[in-house]
């Protein structure tokens, strides 16, 4: 198994603002493109996400990951609406052993989601792939993407691509 | 009086590690490029930093400011060399209070550098570019670039630079 991060940050490195808050996201101009999205998602087995992420996905009203499994880190059960067209799962594991329950059931390539779960994979040495998209704004305060690490993790850009809308999104390949 | 911000980061957004460490930057490649740097100093009137950044560049004992006027953020004088070859002089000002001296000496552009500084420029509005070079590098902890706002600042991004070594320059303009 593999992890891939496909997220977008302010230039501040944010990924929420205090208390949650996506207005410096979802109210700003999206321009046309859906960034590789839909593209990213059909790639990858299975989504690995914290509790808090999870239930703000639900909280849109959106599902927008198909049938791909779903594990949801959290040591409570999910309560799923009747009629939920998903598949998701909660489960209380560290990332090695989410890793080992993917290479059970033969889902590669895993898309982690949400600050906490990032960091906890990254620190585990379990992310391959980072795709951040910038917004051009600071918010100054609230979720961050990155954490405290025990060592310095080196990349290789992949791919650098500005939209019109100024939005920028950027590729890394995690090498050490 | 308006400044700029020219600065590299790590992908995590911080402009030193622990205790000042620079070791992720000038030990990384820096490809055979300036980065824009000569000619980015060669278009201000004057720098503005901190003591412990301009300590910093005292002592990497490189001088690469020419004749440059260099306001030191400090409340202590500066010591400094025999045949010393720019010009620095410490104040205790605010970010306005250092604008009005500046319109009184004829300053117009105007570089602000070091992670405090350049914060408190922010906060005060007194910024309108930001040139941020990022490398492909997360060090997890450090001295950021970015702190807390007041309120978002909205940017509008003047083009994107990905360099053959991974490194990527970003220009924001200010907009709000």
């Known amino acids: 198994m593999h992890a891939s991060v496909y997220i977008a940050t302010s230039l501040d490195g944010f990924i929420a603002g205090e208390d949650g808050d996506l207005e410096w996201l979802t109210g700003a101009d999206p321009g046309d493109s859906d960034y590789g999205f839909a593209e990213f ?5 299975a989504l690995v996400m914290g509790r808090n992420t999870f239930d703000f996905v639900m909280a849109t009203g959106e599902w927008v990951y198909g ?10 059960p999910l309560d799923l609406p009747n009629g939920f067209p998903g598949r998701a799962e909660s489960m209380e594991l560290s990332p090695h052993a ?3 329950e993917c290479d059970r059931r033969g889902l590669d390539h895993v898309y982690v989601d949400g600050g906490e779960t990032i ?5 585990a040495g379990l992310v391959r792939r980072i795709i951040i998209t910038r917004l051009p704004v600071l918010i100054g305060s609230g979720i ?8 310095d993790i080196d990349l290789a850009l992949v791919r650098s691509t500005p939209y019109e809308n100024g939005w920028i999104q950027d590729e890394y390949e995690v090498v050490s």
Chains 1, 2 share one sequence.
């Open 98 to 100: 989410v890793a080992a």
């Open 41 to 45: 998602v059909a790639s990858v087995d």
């Open 144 to 151: 961050p993407l990155f954490g405290p690490l025990r060592a």
């Open 119 to 123: 960091q906890s994979f990254l620190r």
């Open 67 to 76: 049938d791909k499994p779903i594990f949801v880190l959290s040591h409570r």
